[in-house]
């Protein structure tokens, strides 16, 4: 459907196709999210293909299966830059699998693009950010649930980097804003629905206003099933996320995801002719029951940005293209989009939304334009 798989050909210089890796887990526990992110990265190529590629060459991917183990990712990336001679990778969910793969591509000087919300506090010149930093998602996060549901957070999250950081900085929130975390519990990253039992059963005896979630892949699905299962009640103590997108939720059932609230720099549905017109493309594709979310949104973007670098560099080489691609700005399918030359990290949108009961999210708060990324909160200089 997408065109061949790369076997021969030349990056540069020449007429050959361009080559791309792409280092998604289509298997394994975080397959539920990161097989979307594959999805975005072909419809993305796949489109630029159909157009004529870039400068006329065709871009053709190499893909690799890590699944959801950070060895693999990590062994795939070395065998596409090492061995197979690709410069440009689109990939990555988990920030451990961000990395395991980060010192392989600044030793083998590639350029690693990652379509997925992070915890900030990371700089590389090998890698371009495309999902959203803590300022621009756990504050306006933090702010919404505080004046909607009370201060008194409960954490629960997978036992990674992100959850710690991102709680490190949510909890930063709460407690300068008068607040109280009530509990902080971690399940491992590829958790069974039993491990949340213990953790629901202490969020009933203290009773906090608001549960943060920072769980990721199918284990989401058996927090918020358990959740219910409990007989918690959205409206008065939702989970808050910023990894439960649209395809978590389809997961858990929409009866079981409704109420409860994600930030995100998109949700499908926001409307704009390129968020629609990219729903459409995608349903088209994967069929009308399939939703869009925020992270199959960055994946297909930022490879329009890769795109529109390369068109006017005409090379692969991370040292000339990465120059160009700061400051680079599209109109992506959650609004216009730029890398912000200074941290090499995309501005993108800040919105916080609701679950409905159809599996779409009704918007409650939107920013007014692009958040500038500001990956170590040097503008909130009491939180570093
Ligand atoms: C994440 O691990 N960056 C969600």
Known sequence: MFGRIADIGHNDGGSGPWRVGVLFSRSGFMALIEETQFRGTMIAIDEINQAGGINGREVVPEVWDPQSDNSLFRAYARRLLAESGVKTIFGCYTSSSRKAVLPIVERLNGLLWYPTLYEGFEFS????????????????????????????????????????????????????????????????????????????????????????????????????????????????????????????????????????????PYFEGIGGSSGTDFVSRYKKMYGDSERTNMCVEAAYFQVKLFAKALEQVNTLDPDVLRPVVLGTTVDAPQGPVTINPSCGHANVWSRVGRCRGNGTFSIVYQSSSEVTADPFLIGRPRMA
């Open 125 to 264: 010149p090998n890698i371009i950010y495309t999902g959203a930093a803590p300022n621009q998602n756990s504050l306006s996060l933090f702010h919404y649930l505080a004046a909607n549901y009370g201060s008194r957070f409960y954490f629960v999250g997978s036992d990674y980097v992100y959850p710690r950081e991102s709680n490190r900085i949510m909890r930063q929130l709460v407690e300068q804003n008068g607040g109280e975390v009530v509990g902080e519990m971690y399940v491992s990253l590829n958790a069974r629905r039993e491990e949340f039992y213990p953790i629901l059963r202490d969020i009933r005896g203290v009773r906090p206003d608001v549960i943060f979630s920072t769980v990721v892949g199918t284990p989401t699905v058996y927090l918020y099933q358990t959740y219910a299962d409990f007989g918690f009640n959205p409206a008065t103590t939702p989970i808050a996320s910023l990894t439960t997108t649209e395809a978590e939720i389809s997961a858990m059932g929409y009866d079981v995801g409704e109420g409860h609230i994600t930030a995100a």
